[in-house]
């Protein structure tokens, strides 16, 4: 898939109404090459709770020289996740208002150039939504299914159990965040630099 699918272009196979955001890379993207030591037990977001410490800010990320690109909407793979103020604008105009967001600044090392158009994000909320009847899935022995680890090589959500949510992990693998069709909507039609990184992927086509 490249960029913001569109349902007859990327041959979407249901009628869902969720889909998985993440961000795709290519040899020109920006990655992050080192982030903000956090406090114990927020090193990485994505338990679903509000953080209920005091969390310095603004958070620093660097971006070393071999690291340098094309900055992207969305970087989901730090401890504390990145969007840029577009995204979070554009997520907001559509409903959402479960994003608890810190200040952060993007340094390139090499440059010195400073990007402070991103918010370190905290997505609140964890929903259980896989149909584990219908879905292609390996466990990671570590744990049961509600282990918030596992691994999808199809993923089928029932969702009459989603309840209208907009936008949210998924109990069953919390790296995977899920958005409704009206969160799509919104954020394709936003003119958000870098959007073209940006993917929505039916859930039976993605896997992780």
Known sequence: MGGLWDDEEEGATSDTNYYV???????????????PKLPPRYGNWMTGSRIDIEIPQPLIYEIEEEDEGNMRPYFEE???PLMSDELIGALRDAGVDNLDTYEAVIREVRTGREYKNYKAVNIVGIISGADMTKSDYTDSGLSDEASGDLWFDKL????TKLAGNLFFRLAENVAIVLASRRVV???RAAAIPGGE????????????
């Open 78 to 80: 730090p401890g504390a």
């Open 21 to 35: 955001l993440f961000t795709t890379l290519d040899k020109y993207c920006a990655k992050i090459s080192s982030e």
């Open 185 to 187: 909507d919104v954020v």
């Open 197 to 208: 990184y940006l993917e929505f992927a039916p859930p039976e086509d993605y896997s992780g």
């Open 156 to 159: 089928v959500l029932d969702e």
